[in-house]
């Protein structure tokens, strides 16, 4: 079976730790590399981050960093999610791996040039280094099979009434990414605050008692705390893995086209993602907005992943 082609962008973060070992050892993916923006931390702990979850998981997949603040805006962390060093929680060993010295958006770049076509960029934080490399090299545009993103809300936020947070910490950059052309799937807060990883969830991931399921339980211990602190949640919403999940089962996420713009002049909507649901606009849809999961399922696929790994 052929495998599906992917580079994930993220800002590790505790999602988006799962994520990565969601896409590490699937058999249906080939994950080609990891790109790194700052995000949920500075772009200095989530690189570190990403090598830290890597080593943990005995991948061999190459690590980039990237840009280190926002297109335009000033930058934002959401360390009272993350914790001071964007994954607080896990005790990680002395760190071997080291970051490959060429830049994410150059590395971008020159991978997506040298493609057929038939690579699908993930991304589960800010989209900064695909905007850029966007930018920088728009021929690439053509070579994107699909944009996955975590992502935006079409109805509420999660920093503001109206923005959610990878948005929202660079709306101009996601503003590209949507206008760019390229089919794109949106996965946002509308879904995935469905998949709350409640305390028998994290007993159930425990029992399957590998390396990475013991990460999984040390990750959730701190998310699932401070999403109770500030959501008044019993579980963490496990936003950012869903986008690989998708990948992984066609049939695990529904979703509707819409019409999707990004607002980057409103004083109090600054960074929402405006979604056409009913399409009273009457134009085009831009992308796929994910409207609906398979909940039990999701929670098999990250099971599934965790036995691969020793």
Same mark, same amino acid.
């Given at each position: $079976? ?13 999602? =988006? ?6 896409? #590490? ?53 959401? #360390? ?7 994954? /607080? ?23 997506? +040039?040298?493609?057929? #076509?038939? !690579? ?9 280094? +695909?905007? $850029?490399?966007?930018? +920088? ?9 699909? !944009? ?21 910490? =660079?709306?101009?950059?996601?503003? !590209? ?8 799937? $949106? ?8 998949? *709350? &990883? ?6 159930? $991931? ?11 339980? =040390? ?14 949640? /019993? ?11 998708? *990948? *992984? ?14 607002? *980057? ?9 405006? &979604?056409?649901?009913? #399409? ?7 992308? =796929? ?10 929670? /098999? ?10």
């Amino acid at each position: $079976m052929e495998r599906q082609k992917l580079i994930l962008d993220c800002d590790p973060g505790h999602d =988006d730790a799962v994520a990565i070992l969601l896409a #590490g050892r699937a058999p249906g993916l080939e994950l080609l590399g990891i790109t790194v923006t700052a995000g949920n931390q500075t772009l200095e702990k989530t690189a570190q981050n990403a090598l830290r979850v890597v080593q943990w998981l005995g991948l061999d997949t190459p690590v980039y960093a990237g840009c280190d603040r926002p297109l335009v805006r000033d930058k934002i962390v959401a #360390g009272n999610i993350h914790g001071e060093t964007g994954l /607080d929680g896990p005790v990680f060993p002395s760190l071997e791996r080291t970051l490959r010295p060429e830049h994410a958006v150059q590395y971008l770049i020159r991978t997506l +040039l040298a493609s057929e #076509g038939d !690579i699908t960029v993930v991304t589960t934080g800010p989209m900064t280094n +695909l905007a $850029m490399a966007l930018r +920088l090299e728009p021929r690439i545009a053509e070579k994107i099979r699909r !944009i996955v993103l975590m992502g935006g809300s079409y109805t509420n936020g999660n920093v503001t009434p109206a923005a959610e947070f990878n948005i929202l910490a =660079d709306p101009e950059a996601a503003h !590209i990414c949507f206008s760019a052309g390229r089919p794109v799937s $949106m996965i946002g807060l509308d879904v995935t605050r469905k998949v *709350l &990883c409640l305390p028998e969830i994290v007993e159930r $991931m425990a029992r399957v008692n590998t390396g990475a399921s013991r990460l999984f339980v =040390d990750l959730m211990g701190h998310f699932c705390r401070t999403q109770k602190e500030v959501f008044g949640w /019993d579980g963490a919403p496990l936003h950012d893995p869903v986008t690989v999940a998708s *990948l *992984l089962d066609p049939d695990l996420v529904r979703f509707k086209p819409m019409n999707v713009r990004i607002d *980057l002049r409103s004083e109090q909507s600054y960074g929402r993602t405006n &979604c056409d649901y009913f #399409g009273y606009l009457g134009l085009p849809a831009t992308a =796929d907005v994910a409207v609906d999961i398979d909940v039990p399922r999701f929670w /098999d696929i990250v099971e599934e992943a965790l036995r691969r790994y020793e």
